[in-house]
């Protein structure tokens, strides 16, 4: 009778009625929301308050620049000293004061105009008050060099190259950065999946080894079997928490947001873009159907096949590693000097990933990584969006990477399921790399 | 086919040390084997060999006249010295999924579960986490879970360990209940008295070598050296005493005027005791008259530190 079904089937259950599991699972959402809502929230707060500042001005220069909008409000002294307006702008509990000097010309007022504050003024105000400047300024220096603001706005005019494929397809600026992101973000899953899943799994042989239940077990099943059971079980824990996360989370926003009316553009206006996507995006509304159109060209079902495939392999060759580390050691404190060796290519595919893959989805660092086992399954997958052939990943690549992945899984499969069997029968040995290389021979 | 295993030379190295060397052992059918021997002498490695748990580097293993081989699992209950349970898990869920990995059927083994915690008298644990339960009251599962799928060949490995002296006394019964029921049985320990008790068969590893097995009668019989207990009642032991030393080989002895008792330690060169009896019953009441048979634990000592001496 085959007793790995058997196996998965206690290792789910036990970590899926965990306490702290499913306090984690129901509660995470609740947090990731409240985090959202809260920002949110305090966003709109900080926008409410209005400003209001003096401005005493003095020179010729400046009549109608300073009007009130919904955050300031602009209030004008006239003919009075520079110390009774800094007096009544305190009394009045103003922000600030803005004295705008004689002068004989607007260089000159500009240059000795000051910002009186009882504090260090935000730097939301001073940018505020200083495009009025600049712009006063800019309207007075092309005046003085004879050219019309119609004339200027027709010379200032950004160039972008048009990139092509040699087959002719037409290619769109930024959207190499777009398409890492989609695929950088499957990569942090599986890594975000393979940390925090593949330590479940190394406690979990931890625990049988200290609560001394191993050896009853492993008289009635493999040790490998028992391994597998493990790694598939925690792992199906896992995918049930993931969607748990997913469908709750997007359910509670659309609650909070359809009921509490928080507006959702609050959010959009601070969140922070790449740099390259914040400019690719902004200007050109044809350019954004162009970006929808190629964004729907992204090939998901190939893309999503591939997830599943790499995160399959990846979880399982790491995971392994971490039921390794557990069975070799007699409790947690003793993992340090292994889990690191494991999460130095997860955060270095990462990383790398991000920087250079960005950069250059098919620059040689790119294509190494995605094809070094330990890290293709998260780089590969942040080529992958760009196709595969002509324009994307070369197919010998893939396929290169995919064989170099199975072939590292039989093999460290092979590794771990070896020092496991030693190690979860040895007590009160501290493991080294030494120990542990002897035990592969016994 | 008389014997339930066989061991044939069986060798097993870890890297440079070797735990087992060239074991052979013969376990007959429906009795008590004890396997005995000091910490580190390879009692645990055999074990493990016979579960499959380890493998043999030379040598075979038969289990019931065949090469031992995966199926021999379900046929085999073993209870480790070494053994716990899921904490978090409760009690009835656990003895159920240990069960189901030896391939008993669920209604089966709950069937067999419910008619084990009744004759423990433990019903009312089956929702009790493990983690609630004492230590005795862990092991008593841990007994059932290895007898529940009605093995040929049970393995218990210090199985007293843990248990109160009420419910070791409990567990020895149930032992020997299921010998009588046909199970063959190896006992590993250091308890001696629980192996004069218990087996019949006794073999003795020291330093990964089988250093002497056999029936614990015959093993008996060969280290006794014709040396009697002997206690007189006589009114003058001293001249009796004197007699004596000239014609018997006297090891020891006590005379207590007071109770006109005489005691001794009489060690004959042959086994024919009759004639010496014949001569003390002509000069004095005999109180006691007894062979001195080496126990267990005196041939344990003997074998191991004589080992010891030879290397």
Redesign the interface.
Known sequence: MNKLPLIIKREYLAKVRNKSFVIMTFLSPILMVGMVVLIAYLTKINDNEKRIIGVLNESDFFSNEFLTTETTGYVNFKDIALQSAKDSTLHMGYYGLLHIPKGANLEQVAKNAFFFSKEAPSTNVLERLERIFQNRLFQQRIQNLGVSAKEFANVDNRFEIKTATFSGQLNLKGINEVKAFIGGGFGYLIMMFIIIYGGFVMRSVIEEKTSRIIEVIISSVKPFQLMMGKIIGTSLAGVTQFAIWILSASLLLFLVFAFFGVDLSVLNNSTHLAPGMAQSISPMDEDLQLYAIEFMKIPWFMLIAFFVLYFILGYLIYSSIYAAIGAAVDNETDTQQFIFPIILPLMLAIYVGFFSVFSNPHGPIAVGFSLFPLTSPIVMLMRLPGGIGEGGVPIWQLIASVVLLVGTFIGIVWLAAKIYRVGILMYGKKPSYKELYKWLKY | MNNILVTKEVTKR??EHTALNKVSLEIPKNSIYGLLGPNGAGKTTLI?II???AFPDEGEVFFDGEPLNAHH?AQ?G?L?E????????KVGEQAL??A????LGKSEAKKRLKFWFERFEIEGWWHKKVQELSKGMAQKI?FI?TVLHRPKLLIFDEPFSGFDPINANIIKDEILKLKENGTSIIFSTHRMESVEELCEYIALLHNSEKVLDGKLSDIKKDYKNNVFDVCLEVEDGDSLLKELEGKFKVRSSTYLPGESQLELTVELPFADSKEMLAHLSSRANIVRFVETIPSANDIFIETVQSKEVHE
């Open positions: 870890f890297g493990r579960n499959q748990i699992i085999i073993y480790p070494e053994r716990g349970l899921y904490k978090s898990m999924y240990l189901q990995l030896k391939g841990q879970v």
